[in-house]
């Protein structure tokens, strides 16, 4: 096989989902940087550990954003309703906990159990608000956000809520084989669920038309208002199991946690391929995004001239440059279609 015949294969690989093959080079890219630079520091058992652990949390989030994104919305609650549904579990969690400080057999499946269902309800508020009263779903989820982070300032005045049973967060941050965290478990188990959604089932291919051409959904008989209510409930149930994580992760629920996760959360979006305008794109390259920005952050702070309050001046820059590098991605694109 000749040289131009390889490049042009690699090339048609190249361009059967460009963002995911970016977002592979980048992670190679980044790994190999590490190797070099800071080996023993980085390529460490417990290291891969505690990030299998800690991205769960924000990359349930991402997944909830994900969704309302291909639809042509957005979900800017996230973190607002992840934080309140952990501080009101933390509170049934302290009603739970018997006094040897432990927690009844029942408790976790329970805790959870009504989490998802807090989460649906605030997911369906969203919903309503977008679909029903036709309220742009950035200002619609800005409100609902600040809406649950000021309920959750009023009841817990600013403070960590965390006098509740250590049996929590022991369940939760344990390991299966004690290798696999059980928090990348939970996290893999919601993916593969909106996996199957999006690429098996009709929700799926009726979310993209929507996303496309809301006229055209519309006229086609979809009945929009039911699949966006839908939609931003999964999101709501992405948004409280990241919550969930948070609680055992922190041992302790709070209004003001996770406050830089909306805007990573968005970056991870847009950087996995998700198009801001709808009607585009894949969990593959969401989850490649999440572990992208993962493997960054606790590479970066492997450096310890570059302070951690960089971090977010660097995710905005990331997310400029990659909404260029998209926009003239696109108009290549087009540009080749044409020719």
């Known amino acids: 096989m000749t040289t131009p015949t390889l490049l042009k294969k690699a090339q048609g690989i190249y361009r059967s989902d460009r963002h995911v093959w970016r977002l592979i080079i980048m992670i190679a890219l980044w790994l190999i940087f590490m190797a070099i630079t800071r080996f023993r520091k980085f390529y460490t058992l417990i290291n891969f550990q505690t990030m299998a652990a800690q991205f769960p949390e924000f990359g349930l989030m991402s997944l909830g954003i994900m969704l309302a994104m291909i639809t042509g919305g957005i979900d800017l609650s996230v973190v607002g309703a992840a934080n309140l549904t952990s501080i009101l579990m933390a509170f049934l969690l302290i009603n739970l906990t018997t006094a040897t400080g432990g927690l009844p057999a029942y408790a976790i499946p329970l805790v959870f159990l ?3 269902l807090l989460g649906a309800a605030f997911g369906l508020f969203n919903g309503l608000l977008v679909s029903k009263f036709h309220i742009p779903p950035i200002l ?4 609902s956000g600040e809406l649950f ?3 959750c300032m009023a009841m817990t005045n600013g403070n ?3 006098k509740f049973s250590r ?12 290798m696999i965290p059980v928090q990348l478990i939970i996290f893999t188990v919601m993916a593969v669920i909106i996996w199957f959604l999006l690429s098996k089932t009709a929700y799926g291919s009726k979310l993209y038309l929507l996303g496309t051409s809301p006229t055209v959904a519309r006229f086609s008989g979809l009945k929009t208002d039911r699949l966006l209510m839908q939609t931003y409930m999964i999101s709501g149930i992405c948004a409280a199991l990241g919550g969930m994580i948070m609680l055992a992760n922190y041992n302790s629920a709070r209004a003001d946690y996770g406050t830089v996760y909306t805007l990573q959360c968005v970056l991870i979006v847009v950087l996995g391929g998700v198009s801001p305008v709808g009607g585009r794109g894949k969990i593959n390259g969401v989850v490649l995004a999440i572990i992208l920005l993962r493997l960054l952050e606790t590479g970066l ?5 570059i ?7 660097i995710w905005g820059g990331v997310l400029i440059l990659v909404m260029v590098l998209n926009y003239f991605t696109e108009n290549a694109k087009v540009k080749t279609t044409n020719t």
Not at 140 to 143: C, E, I, K, Q
Not at 307 to 313: D, F, G
């Open 160 to 162: 960590a809520i965390s």
């Open 307 to 313: 302070s951690s309050y960089y971090i977010s001046l």
């Open 114 to 116: 009504l989490a998802i």
């Open 140 to 143: 619609a989820t800005m409100g």
């Open 301 to 305: 702070n492997r450096f310890p001239k």
């Open 167 to 178: 049996a929590y967060s022991r369940a939760i941050n344990n390991r299966l084989f004690d």
């Open 149 to 151: 982070t000021g309920i």
